[in-house]
């Protein structure tokens, strides 16, 4: 019952659509093929069946492994794999007509193919034949001419209704209109033609009736039957009752594709007994395809048979032609011309890009896949055999997969900072004769992993830089290459973490990550601080990143900032201060010594002493570099017994920077003459003191003078050591010397050959006096000599200079 209801349903749609859907499905498995059988006009998305259930595949391994359907030697696809379901659906319409012709059997090659790893299984669609075609005659009016002599029984071959459709479906029976004269009978040939002929069975009458017309039907064997008819006019003659007839019932002759036009093919000839016009024969093509007839001529008068378009074996390998021959009134006859279609080497072969990456990272190992290729050619035997290969210098080469596929997998070490990119070409080259061949070109990018660090472009790098400079300013710049690309070739700089005189590096200088130029933070000090060194580290972006470091020098360059200070005498305004020369005093004698420093380094420091005023012009001189006044003559009775002089000290420095004291001496051998002082005191400064300060301050410097006696004494005596002279500098208390001046000793600007006693009074502003006497074994009396101790001296000052002429500065 549940069949009889299917076929019910079948049938109706038929009406509905003009055509019916009947699938039957049978699937076998062989060395991995599988067959199905189908009906063609199936509509697309039908289910053929499933192919991932019938060899064994799962699913989800459809879309992993990219399942896809090729044909063999064809672009056109019939088929698709739906890789949701693994079904086999219908992808285009099947017409076994247009796809096999008369062939018995219409089976359609396809491949299922599937990657990682390769696999290749070959499928085989028979398409069987549906009533989908009516009966069609080539002619709607067929016309006879028959005499009236014609005997009963007497056959006329009428023309053959052709059925696209094979076996049942093709034409099975003709009907003729019922008439009194004629019947059809059907003859059945070898080759299973049902050839129609028309059968008289009553003796004609021309006086009666001159023409007939009829109404012949031709009808199909299938389920909806199918119909086509045709007139069949017959006019009533005079005797002709000898039909044309051919020299063969089948031609058969071989053709080279691609022949010229022109060429002859072969030539049929059929012979009529009649005589005039009776025997007089036309050939024609019968129900021959549109295709066909563009494909050759016919000559109706000869029968020669020649190509007149272009003839392709890859299209059709043979080809059949029927001839119908006719005699002037009508008779006709019929023969079959087979063409064997010979192949020639015409088409080159042609390579198809199946699987390509994008990129290939460059530390892929040898033999990794990169490309799946498959190459074909439409021609067949040796034309069809094709060589492949992989030309030029390219590190890749093909390895043979199934059938016609090729792996394309690489053969050394990728280096993208050498070559970033290929192209592969590929050459393929069939066997034929001549040979035929093709290429194919394949771009490939070398993915970049972060192979190389960044390199700078020098091993060291040095700085320069003034000092007093501004925050901010450009010291120089570091750079670092990176071959690698993208994020691996993008370079940052960096400070690495240290300590500058016990302050981050940071504090000091600071680089900009993106262009590598170190800038300063701060305003650098010569005085403080000369030089230091910071290391930059250059680090690209990869993963993991990779660095490099450079040491970087920054260099400080002294500028003049520093004025002379000078350390003795003290500046005016802090003390009174005034040495006593003596009158004996010959010219050249040392009388005092101006002692100053300077800050800076290098001829910044080299200092120079000049007399700027003095009381007497001549009589008293500066050494230029030691700072030494000394007489230019000797002392006469003449000379003024105060002299003032003003010396400037001045730097070498651009520009020179100076400063300038004051020197009060005093012309006189004993100290008896100390109250004419006071005159100075008065005129020198303006005093206003009154006579009571002027008797507190004597008290108070001889007290001192006691005191410091006493203590000299208690010394001398604890220690029992003979007294020592000094020959070397004047003695300067420590207080005097400014920190981050240069040292006495190392820069020279502290010399001297002699060495003072210095006697204070206690003072007030407007009323301090130093009576300063050089003391020398051979000059001055011991009572005027302030003993002390060189334990004093050498706790007022570590170190003094021996040197006679100033030094250059350390170049440090």
Known sequence: METQSLWSTMYRGFFRHRFYLFIFIFAHFAHGDVSYTVVEEMKRGSVIGNIAKDLGLSTASLSVRKARIDADKTDKRYSEINPRTGDLIVAERMDRESLCGKKVTCILKEELVLENPLELHRISIQVQDINDNAPEFSENLISFEIRESAAKGARFLLTEARDADIGSNAVQRYELQNNEHFTVHVNTEVSGRKQPELELIKELD??????????????????PQRSGTAAVHVTVLDANDNAPVFSKSVYKCTLAENSDVGTLVTAVTATDADEGPNGDVTYIFDHVSNNHVSLFSLDQKTGEIRVMGEVDYEKEGSIELRIRAKDGPGLTSYCTVNIDIMDVNDNPPTISLKSLSSSIPENAPPGTEVGIINVQDRDSDKNGQVRCSIQGNAPFKLVPSIKNYYSVVSTGQLDRELVSDYNISIFATDEGSPPLSSSKSVHLSVADINDNPPVFEEQSYSAYVSENNQAGSTLCRVSARDPDWRQNGTVIYSLLAAEVNGAPVSSYVSVN??????????????????????????????????????????????VNDNSPQILYPAPEGSSFMTELVPKAAHGGSLVS????????????????????????????TIGLHSGEIRTQRDISQSDSMKQNLIVAVKDNGQPSLSATCAMYLLISDNLAEVPELKEISYEEKNSKLTSYLIIALVCVSTFFLTFIIIILGVRFCRRRKPRLLFDGAVAIPSGYLPPNYADVDGTGTLRSAYNYDAYLTTGSRTSDFKFVSSYNDNTLPADQTLRKSPTDFLEAFDESTDAS????PNND
């Open 593 to 620: 010594k101006v002692i100053a420093v300077d800050a800076d380094s290098g001829q910044n420091a080299w200092l120079s002493y000049h007399i700027v005023k003095s009381t007497d012009p001549g009589l008293f």
């Open 513 to 558: 990550g993106d262009t590598g130029l170190i800038h300063a933070v701060r305003s650098f000090d010569y005085e403080q601080l000369r030089s230091f060194q910071v290391q930059v580290m250059a680090r690209d972006n990869g993963s993991p990143p990779l660095s490099s470091n450079v040491s970087v020098s920054v260099l400080i360059w002294d």
């Open 206 to 223: 021309r006086e009666q009736k001159a023409e007939l017309r009829l109404i012949l039907t031709a009808k199909d064997g299938g389920n």
């Open 805 to 808: 002429q100033q030094k250059p």
